[in-house]
């Protein structure tokens, strides 16, 4: 596609429900970033795939975070037994290997 | 370790003149890029400008320029002739080339107003 497709939108669960978010990248990126915010916050680091290469996984903030990146294309961010912290919204980005990351819109994800 | 630093956590400009955003950096790694993003209130993420850290000259685009100065380490966005559509969160970022695992780090933003 032209751009970076996240979805869903929006995704509203109970707490302690799986959710799955999914990021379609820009078709040639190599590299797919997750990133979180919060309301009024800034981008907290998630997970990083650059390529073949071992992902990233520095910034997931407990094992209840996991992410693949399947065939080098479509990515998906799971979060086990959610929390109601982990309400925020879910940013997916795409970039070559050097250049600027573009963005999704976002998944706003609210566990009630 | 690479860090990205925003000092000002709130901004206001009359509208028609130019504002600064600061934006610092630290790496060890001698080749980087550096990235100012917009987020209006919609929250969508908009590259705006990319500066290399080879690069002879400043980086411009439109209404946007890049003051870096490579030796301070700062990479400050410049908005001239600012509008009331550039009310919104800027986000500068870095991204290491050959160390720290490659990935973009960004600032904590700078939320800026125009004020008509």
């Known amino acids: 596609g032209a751009g970076v497709s996240q979805s869903p939108s929006n995704k509203v669960t109970e707490k302690g429900k799986d959710v799955e978010l999914r990021c379609d990248p820009i078709?040639?990126?190599?590299?797919l970033y997750w990133y979180r915010q919060s309301l009024g916050q800034g981008l907290e680091f998630l997970i990083y795939?650059?390529?073949?290469?071992?992902?990233?996984k520095s910034g997931l903030p407990s094992d209840r975070f996991s992410a693949e990146r399947t065939g080098g294309s479509v990515s998906t961010l799971t979060i086990q037994r959610t929390q109601q912290e982990d309400s925020a919204v879910y940013l997916c980005?795409?970039?070559?290997?050097?250049?600027?990351?573009?963005f999704g819109q976002g998944t706003r994800l609210t566990v009630v | 370790a690479q860090k990205i630093t925003q000092t000002q956590p709130g901004m206001f400009v009359q509208e028609k003149e130019a504002v600064t955003l600061d934006c610092t950096y630290d790496?060890?790694?001698?080749?980087?890029?550096l990235f100012w993003y917009k987020q209006p209130s919609s929250g969508e993420m908009i590259f705006l400008i990319y500066?290399?850290?080879?690069?002879?000259q400043n980086a411009t685009e439109g209404r946007y320029s890049l003051n870096f100065q490579k030796a301070r380490k700062s990479a400050n966005l410049v908005i001239s002739a600012s509008q009331l559509g550039d009310s919104a969160m800027y986000f500068c970022?870095?991204?290491?080339?050959?160390?720290?695992?490659?990935?973009?780090?960004f600032g904590a933003g700078t939320r800026l107003f125009v004020k008509a």
């Open positions: 500066q290399g850290s080879y690069d002879q």
């Open positions: 980005a795409s970039s070559t290997s050097q250049g600027a990351g573009f």
């Open positions: 790496t060890s790694d001698p080749s980087y890029g």
């Open positions: 970022a870095m991204r290491p080339y050959n160390t720290g695992g490659f990935k973009t780090i």
């Open positions: 795939f650059q390529g073949n290469s071992a992902p990233d």
């Open positions: 078709s040639g990126h190599t590299a």
